[in-house]
């Protein structure tokens, strides 16, 4: 059935879905109507599952920690600054390989208090050993929810979805919302290897020495290099069931174009117009959207920007002293490329400044018309 | 003495880390035995992250959750939620936490899954330092101790916090203090907050040797101590409300609990008539409160 | 390698043991109690019996050792009680009153000792059926000897049966556990006094004699008028009143005197509807006579005036006169007390209309052979009983100036082992030091007869070693008494045998100094379970594998049972 919901509805939708188990959340906005929507739906019996309203994000997640680690599916959401006292728990997480699914609506982290979309927060998080997964639309949202927990816990790993604060969060959209039995056809019920059980009691994360930790973290890197396969089988069978797919990265525009623009989030959707409208134009350009930053898309990105000379590249984001993380990525995996073209890096739209179709084709007519960056950083559309 | 009535089975087992001596590992044997195997334990980070033992080893007999130092309360909340989620209403979720990982860095979680009344037992070994990590103070060491960031030159400025009145304060089912040399009072305790739903929370006073600066053999005799001479009363309060003080009856001057510690060593006469005049104090406190 | 870092093996490889610098071990220690008993019994020992209700089994403990029981249990000065570690704490424990109520409770049990058949062709000949002499057929007939006891008198038992009133030991209990022995198979033969009848001489078919005819002859004041009309010696009156139950006395009787058989003489006296002063020549703290005695005395209408000497009786009609000296207390003498110092013309005169003379006991020698060796009132013996004469033994008040009833028993122990190892050949002195109980006097049969089982440690437990954490001041268990009114008529005893659970609650006070109860004390407190258990009960075993030498088991065990070692490396 179609609905017209905000993302964080749709995010709710996914979550009844999914049947999750138990779901440990605190209020930040811009998240709280997801908390909100969750505890009426917990409150009247729709769902049944636990939700434990806990006193802070950092206890969400350990919280959920004690309950993946019985056995059940989990699920938080939460932003920004939530996420940033979070940080040591994500490393928890992943470490002990727990397929926890959390939203983290991309929010400004202060000082000073900003509640508006940027990618700063989600991003800062990305050494945890977290898969993340970025979305463009309310649909995305649902969707990537229903293949987040397959992907998890496939690869024993947690997964981040992302979207875009106030945007998407609060903005409604059309959205197919699948019943409960053709998910339940796609999603089986949860199954953890090692669980609780008091007939046969283990201990969990249990202190290691330098003897055998390391291949502890060889493992967790292993995981993460199935994940791009894994990843892809899921979004095929979604695409064969639900008509929907994503992919890591999406290519659109002109073919064997010379100039590429990667963005991501809801930037994207502004972009494929401004692109359009170049191609009408004559211009040969074409866009790339990164659904999937963690693991870093590296193949797929290289097999896309075939041929192309520049790429351009819009972060919403600032790892100060380094410039925007996905161009740092982006940088990083083709250092070792035998076709390494040139990347402008952009840096827009930080703390909820609006990225307009004008400063969007500002950065594709830079690219174009400049055989390299003058900068290291191109700062779009900052005040003078 | 009477003869107590204690399990035989050893679910904290040997070969385990602990120093000589320790008053949290006779405390651990004791609970485990009470408790029994169908026990999920969480260890946020203190002495018991490293005392069961290296990977792929646990002395442990029962299911272990190590977790983060912040998260006791947290984390036992999620695996209550789980078992019930799976319907097993046997298993019984408890919390072993330390003094730091209940007073200072674990209270905030602490508190908020007492507020939310989640069904675990929460059990803190309190040796009055961050003793894991080397004896550095913490909330709950007490007025004028020495340790490694309160020396002798500037010992402990602060009474111990009463972490007692603040769990009682949530209006939780049940709270006590309880320590190694009193094992049937202990093992009472443990039975009756078994059987409680909620959160049931122990204060445990556990003599560390090397922190505490005694020997080994004297563990036992200076807990006993602790509580003749009313530093750490025994007492329980149920729903925050009904107080049942163990009167002891041959009570002793602070003096007879602080000449044994070498972490007192360096106490002045006005600082043991000080401590004393504290103690006398708190304990009028403690009468008063029980009364209404 | 499993993904995440779970752990299921245990820590069992771990041999903590090798932290050790110490090390804990179970060892039972000597108790005071038992050091101090001269009858040699195993105090602890059947007192941790009574607390498991096991009051056959205490008497078995009891009778390993020591016959006498019920008689000790009444009459015994208990050296024990003055020795308990409880004593240092709140009140020591009543351990005569506890072997009393054990001997009572197996009275009412069917008879199950039989004669035991002699081994071999040896006999030994007893001369005296007191305690020493008894004693030393009991364990005799044990070693499987043929004994023979020659008793002068009509009726068994020596200074028990005539020394001492039946209100503190009934006839009854003397004859039941004098019949016990007999029941052995020991042959006493009654109204057989040696040295008229049979010379001593010509017991050869004897292959070993023990001589215990005890102290009978009562001491002379030496004082003019002490031979005449009615005054008595007070063992002669106490062996007429025990014998025919009543003898004919005057009716304000004085008696001269301090120790017990003063007061029993007076007691007696008083039974018998008379009036009692007793007159002793020191002061009432250096009184031999045991304090609840005196007590009683005094309770009963006794009088008792102290720093009194006789010096002279005088006979007027059919009234005696004591002129005596008032005295005043000096310097102190050999035994350690103050001697008494006439004060000059301080004269005076007491009336009475009979005198007892009950100042102390003389040995009767005249039947003794040649040679035999004696010296200040006293039999010359070596150890274990050996007299100048071969194949002749002595003991019992015959040879020591502690006249006790438990002296005499342990002597009679004392020289039955002495006899066993002539008769085998062995170096009986060698053989006593062995099994002296710490540095004694009590002496243990059991560990001659099982040289290294129920091992103990020499060391002597003091109260300081104790743990006194573990102990609430409790009361001590009393005995009833009779009241007064009824005491003074006749000869019934004056106390009562404890009850059963008085007899529980009085043997639950016990420290069980040195000896392991199974408190379990050890096993709770040890922090890395190295304390074993066989089943439900305490083992005595230490895991040495993971013992990290804490030391806490030996610091918590109330009784000192563990000590500890340095840690050899």
């Known amino acids: 059935m179609k609905k017209v919901i905000t993302g964080n509805q749709a995010v709710a939708y996914g979550v009844i879905l999914s049947r999750v188990d138990v779901i440990s959340a605190y209020p930040i906005t811009p998240q709280t109507t997801i908390v909100e929507e969750l505890s009426e739906l917990v409150a009247s019996g729709r769902m049944r599952t636990k939700f434990l309203k806990v006193e802070s994000e950092h206890s969400a997640m350990a919280a959920l920690i004690g309950a993946s680690t019985g056995g059940v599916r989990c699920f938080t959401a939460t932003s920004s600054h939530g996420l940033a006292y979070m940080h040591e728990m994500l490393h928890w997480a992943s470490g002990a390989r727990l397929p926890i699914v959390m939203v983290n609506v991309n929010r400004a982290i202060g000082p000073p208090w900003n509640i508006w979309t940027d990618q700063s927060d989600s991003l800062s998080q990305r050494d945890t050993g977290w898969i993340q997964l970025y979305c463009e639309n309310n649909q995305e949202v649902l969707d990537t929810i229903l293949q987040a927990f397959r992907i998890a816990e496939t690869a024993k790993l947690p997964v981040m979805v992302v979207l875009d604060a106030f945007v998407l969060s609060h903005t409604s959209e059309a959205v197919q919302i699948p019943t409960m039995e053709e998910v339940d056809q796609f999603l089986p019920p949860y199954f953890l290897e090692y669980t609780i059980d008091t007939q046969e009691p283990i201990a969990f994360s249990v202190i290691t020495t330098p003897e055998y930790f390391f291949e502890f973290r060889y493992k967790i890197q292993k995981a993460m290099e199935q994940v791009p396969e894994i990843a892809k089988k899921v979004d095929d069978e979604f695409r064969s069931r639900f008509g929907r797919g994503y992919g890591a990265i999406e290519r659109y525009g002109k073919e064997g174009a010379e100039v590429l623009l990667m963005t991501s989030g809801t930037v994207t959707s502004t972009s494929r117009i401004v692109i359009q409208k170049l191609v009408q134009k004559g211009y040969s350009v074409a866009g790339i959207k990164i659904k999937r930053f963690r693991p870093f898309p590296s193949e797929e990105i290289y097999e896309a920007i075939k041929g192309a000379k520049k790429l351009a590249i819009i972060d919403r984001n600032l790892s100060a002293g380094v410039g925007g993380i996905f161009a740092q990525e982006l940088r990083a995996s083709l250092y070792s490329r035998e076709e390494r073209p040139q990347v402008f890096g952009f840096i827009s739209g930080l703390g909820g400044r609006d990225i307009t179709p004008d400063l969007i084709e500002e950065a594709i007519q830079y690219t174009l018309n400049h055989p390299w960056p003058e900068e290291e950083i191109l700062w779009l559309g900052l005040k003078k | 003495m009477k003869k107590t009535e204690i399990p035989l089975s050893e679910n904290l087992g040997h070969g385990h880390l602990a120093c000589a001596g320790c008053g949290a590992a006779i405390a651990m044997r004791l609970t485990l035995k009470a408790l029994g195997e169908k026990t999920v334990m969480v260890f946020p980070a203190s002495c018991w992250s490293i005392i069961p033992g290296f990977w792929p080893y646990s002395s442990l007999r029962i299911t272990a959750i190590h977790a983060g130092f912040v998260t006791g309360g947290a984390t036992a909340s999620g695996v209550r939620a789980a078992l019930d989620i799976r319907g097993d209403q046997d298993a019984l979720v408890a919390v072993w936490a330390g003094d730091g990982g209940t007073f200072d860095i674990g209270l905030q979680s602490l508190s908020g899954a007492a507020e939310r009344n989640e069904d675990f037992l929460y059990i803190c070994n309190d040796n009055e330092g961050y003793m894991n990590t080397g004896t550095q103070r913490s909330s709950a060491t007490p007025l004028f101790a020495w340790t490694t960031t309160t020396p002798v030159t500037q010992p402990k400025e602060n009474p111990k916090k009463d972490i007692i009145a603040i769990m009682a304060d949530h209006q939780i089912p049940y709270a006590a203090t309880a320590t190694i040399a009193y094992p049937e009072d202990f093992l009472r305790k443990i039975e009756k907050a078994k059987k409680i739903r909620g959160t049931r929370f122990i204060h445990l006073l556990s003599p560390c040797p090397p922190g505490w600066r005694i020997p080994s053999e004297l563990s036992v005799k200076i807990s006993r101590l602790a509580v003749r001479s009313r530093v750490f009363p025994l007492y329980e309060i149920e729903n925050g409300r009904f107080y049942t003080l163990q009167e002891e009856s041959q009570v002793v001057p602070v003096k007879e609990y602080l000449k044994l510690q070498g972490r007192f060593s360096h106490l002045t006469e006005q600082d043991i008539g000080e401590t004393q005049r504290r103690v006398d104090d708190a304990w009028e406190r403690l009468l008063r409160r029980a009364r209404c | ?569």
């Open chain 3, 1 to 569: 390698m499993p993904e995440i870092a779970i752990s299921r093996g245990h820590m069992d490889w771990n041999k903590t043991g090798t932290w050790r610098t110490q090390r804990p071990f179970y060892e039972d220690k000597t108790a005071p109690c038992n050091v101090a008993c001269p009858a040699g019994n195993d105090i602890v020992a059947f007192v941790r019996k009574i607390t498991q209700g096991d009051f056959e089994g205490a008497w078995n403990l009891i009778k390993e050792e020591n016959p006498f029981p019920g008689i000790c249990g009444r009459v015994c000065f208990h050296p024990c009680e003055t020795k308990c570690n409880r004593g240092s704490y709140d009140e020591s424990i009543a351990i005569h009153a506890l072997e009393r109520y054990v001997a009572d409770f197996a009275s009412q049990l069917p008879k199950k000792t039989g004669k035991i058949s002699p081994q071999g062709q040896e006999k030994i000949a007893i001369i005296g059926s007191g305690p020493a002499g008894m004693s030393c057929a009991y364990h005799l007939a044990k070693l499987h000897y043929n004994v023979t006891v020659f008793e002068s008198s009509p009726l068994r038992g020596g200074m028990l049966r005539m020394g001492i009133p039946s209100y503190r030991l009934p006839k009854d209990v003397l004859d039941r556990e004098m019949s016990d022995i007999e029941a052995l198979g020991v042959e006493i033969r009654t109204g057989v006094p040696i040295g008229q009848e049979i010379k001593i001489e010509k017991l050869k078919d004897y292959q070993a004699i023990f001589i215990a005819t005890g102290a009978h002859r009562s001491r002379i004041l030496n004082i003019p008028g002490e031979k005449g009309k009615s005054v008595f010696s007070g063992l002669d009156l106490l062996r007429r009143i025990n014998l025919d139950g009543k003898v004919k006395i005057g009716k304000r009787v004085a008696v001269i005197g301090g120790g017990n058989t003063a007061i029993d003489v007076a007691r007696s006296v008083i039974r018998l509807g008379k009036k009692a002063t007793i007159l002793y020549r020191r002061s009432k703290e250096e009184m031999p006579a045991f304090e609840e005695e005196m007590v009683e005395a005094l309770e009963e209408g006794v009088k008792i005036r102290y720093l009194v000497n006789p010096l002279r009786i005088q006979q007027k009609e059919n009234l005696k006169r004591l002129e005596c000296l008032r005295m005043e207390l000096g310097e102190k003498d050999e035994s350690g007390r103050r001697k008494p110092v006439p004060i000059p013309n301080s004269n005076f005169f007491i009336n009475a209309d009979s005198l007892v003379v009950a100042a102390g006991e003389e040995i009767e020698t005249s039947f003794l052979p040649k040679g035999i060796g004696k010296k200040e009132g006293i039999l010359l013996t070596q150890d274990g009983g050996r007299t100048a004469i071969e194949g002749i033994f002595a003991g019992g008040d015959l040879t020591s100036n502690q006249r006790t009833v438990a002296h005499a028993i342990g002597s009679g122990k004392r020289v039955a082992m002495a006899i066993d190892c002539y008769l085998k050949g062995n170096d009986s002195e060698e053989a006593i030091r062995q099994i002296l109980v710490g540095n004694g006097p009590s002496l243990s049969i059991f560990r001659y007869l099982h040289p290294g089982e129920r091992p103990r440690n020499a060391h002597v437990v003091n109260f300081e070693e104790l743990n006194m954490d573990y102990f609430e001041p409790t009361r001590r268990e009393r005995e009833s008494k009779r009241r007064l009114k009824e005491r003074i008529k006749r000869f019934t005893e004056v106390t009562s045998t404890l009850t059963e659970n008085a007899a529980l609650r009085e043997a639950e006070r016990c420290f069980s100094c040195g000896t392991c109860n199974e408190c379990e004390n050890c096993y709770i407190f040890c922090p890395d379970a190295s304390i074993l258990k066989k089943g439900e009960k305490i083992s005595q075993q230490v895991d040495y594998d993971f013992c990290k030498g804490c030391g806490i088991c030996f610091v918590e065990c109330p009784r000192r049972a563990i000590s500890l070692e340095e840690e050899a490396r």
